[in-house]
């Protein structure tokens, strides 16, 4: 008579070891880690005395009055993504901007990493102009579209910076996404992302469309 009771005891306690590591699990994705969150929250704390500062800001002086800091969507780490960096130099071409001007750019490589369960690619440039600067020398710049543009966020896209040389993994964090300067106003002129640069997702992390 006691096997069934013993059978029992041991399917409750499977289903209960079971239920503990669901909800380890679950706690996990729910709390981030607490160096990347200081890190991140760092991050805009700098961008924002950017455009607190008269000197630095691109805002217009209408805006700047009741400026406080950039709208951003809540950090989210799903957008944190580990990608494979393919190195490949690519012939250099002049990028479209919001005005006539054509700056040269020149592909350094691709991103690959799966998003909201698609397998996405963004490329990397440099600017060879700016990496002629000591300052900027290590600088790569990531422009991208996602399918929130001119809704959520700036219709112009959004940009990522990177630090080189990347190594064969990079972490490619999206809540780190900034809005060029013309999304603010002004008489700016700003790289418009090339079409092989749009993400087939809704990038809901970094910088959010700014209000006028």
């Not at 607190?52 to 406080?68: G, K, M, N, Q, V």
């Not at 957008?79 to 190195?87: E, N, Q, S």
């Not at 750019?105 to 799966?114: C, D, I, K, N, S």
Request: proline residues 8%; positive net charge; hydrophobic residues 35%.
């Amino acid at each position: 008579g006691r096997q069934p009771f013993r059978q029992a005891a041991r399917i409750m306690r499977s289903g209960l070891t079971l239920f503990l590591l669901v909800l380890v699990c679950s706690i996990q994705a729910q709390a981030p880690d607490p160096v990347w969150s200081d890190s991140l929250e760092a991050y805009w704390g700098r961008m924002n005395a950017e455009y607190r500062d008269s000197s630095t800001t691109p805002l217009p002086p209408e805006a700047r009055a009741h400026f406080t800091e950039l709208e951003r969507f809540a950090p989210d780490a799903r957008f944190r993504v580990t990608a494979t960096f393919k190195a490949k130099l690519g012939k250099e071409f002049q990028m479209r901007t919001t005005t006539d001007r054509m700056p040269t750019y020149q592909p350094v490589g691709a991103l690959e990493f799966r998003l909201e369960g698609k397998k996405l690619r963004l490329t990397v440039y440099r600017n060879p102009q700016l990496s002629a600067k000591p300052e900027y020398a290590n600088y790569l710049f990531v422009p991208f579209t996602d399918l929130t543009n001119g809704e959520a966020t700036y219709g112009g896209g959004r940009y990522l910076d990177l630090t080189g040389p990347l190594g064969s993994t990079v972490e490619l964090d999206f809540n780190k996404a900034y809005n060029p300067y013309c999304a603010y106003g002004g008489k700016y002129s700003c790289p418009l992302p090339p079409a092989e640069n749009h993400l087939r997702v809704a990038v809901t992390a970094g910088a959010k469309a700014f209000a006028h």
